[in-house]
């Protein structure tokens, strides 16, 4: 896996971030278990964009460590970089006009 071998991605891979669920009618995070496949690793990085923009802003108290999410989110982009360096057609998709 280029991902793993790039050595760019170690937190996301062994630590992904954690995903929001409902815990006893209130909001919490379960922790996801390390990344083992590439189905695995895109699923992190969706769950990267939505804690970003979904996520609990933390209305309790702030966020303890905000640099793991500014390593998660330069990781995940690392991992997208990666993919449109492989695969040209995937490139060539996200970069067509939506209009011609």
Do not use: C
Request: no cysteine; net charge positive.
């Amino acid at each position: 896996m280029r991902v793993r071998v790039s050595g760019k991605v170690t937190t996301l891979l062994g630590k992904p971030p954690k995903k929001q669920v409902i815990k006893d009618g209130a909001l919490g995070w379960e922790m996801m278990s390390a990344i083992r496949t590439a189905n695995d690793l895109f699923l992190a990085v969706r769950r990267v964009r939505n804690n970003l923009f979904h996520g609990g802003k933390y209305p309790i108290r702030p966020e303890p460590d905000m640099s793991r999410n500014q390593t998660l989110l330069r990781e995940a982009t690392r991992v997208l970089e990666i993919a449109l360096d492989v695969s040209p057609d995937l490139h060539a998709f996200l970069y067509e006009p939506i209009l011609s």
